[in-house]
């Protein structure tokens, strides 16, 4: 596409870290920088024009589909940061984007590579969305923040459950349960001793089916090595797979 170019196909978005994104030892949780992405993505797709109310015309939402992130160092209590992030390439219908993760320094804290769906609002289905250049989304497809693609996840066989029911603020403005939570929920299976003296290195989530309002979820884990662990969170009202994670510390 015309005049396209990689200053603007790329956003920045900075935040601070507050005490409601850390945990007990004043580290930045897992689900904030979660959260930190998933906002930086929304500053760069509403400046670029396909954001919350550029696709809302076509009938579509954008959902998280996958996402794998690598994280070099905790961020602390009062740090700054800042997220880079852009569009990469078009997998069918998956759209990529990466993100770098920077401190106030400039030093690279962490990585990240995701995939995101377009889905219709009231069928509830994926499409492509209509009206923009292919090269819009593949401009920088040799621009990597990782290499590889998000990463898919497989059944989690045995290990320890426990029934989770959403809540008001569970739920996000799309009327299902936010990625965030389920990050939050997956580390609440893990001992505070545990936190203590181990911090996330990598995660990787799949979401395969939305969780909404009154729906329970059976979400199981299983330690598959002393510092490694598989999710999996299954609707307990649909029989269904909501979504499959891992976590490596």
Known sequence: MKGLTEEKLTSFSRFRVTSADTDMYARVRLGAIVNYLIQSAIDSADRLGFGYGGIREQ??????????????????WYESLEVE?????????LYL????????KGGIAGRATSGWLAVDIETRRMKKIDGLHAGFFDHLKDKHAIEVPPEKLFPVEGGETNEIKPVYFDIDLNGHVTTTRYVDWMMDMLSPGFHRNNYPRKLSVNIMK??????????????????????????SNKGTNAFRAYTGF
Do not use: A, M
Not at 85 to 93: G, Y
Not at 222 to 230: A, G, I, M, P, Y
């Open 59 to 76: 009938n579509l939402f954008w959902v998280l589909s996958r996402l794998t992130v690598e994280l070099d160092r905790p961020l602390k």
């Open 85 to 93: 992030t852009w569009p990469k390439n078009v997998e069918r219908i």
């Open 97 to 104: 984007r990466d993100f770098i993760l920077r401190d106030e």
């Open 210 to 235: 939305e969780t909404l309002p009154g729906e329970s979820i059976l979400l199981g884990y299983r330690q598959c090595s002393d510092k490694e662990f598989l999710y999996e969170g299954i609707n």
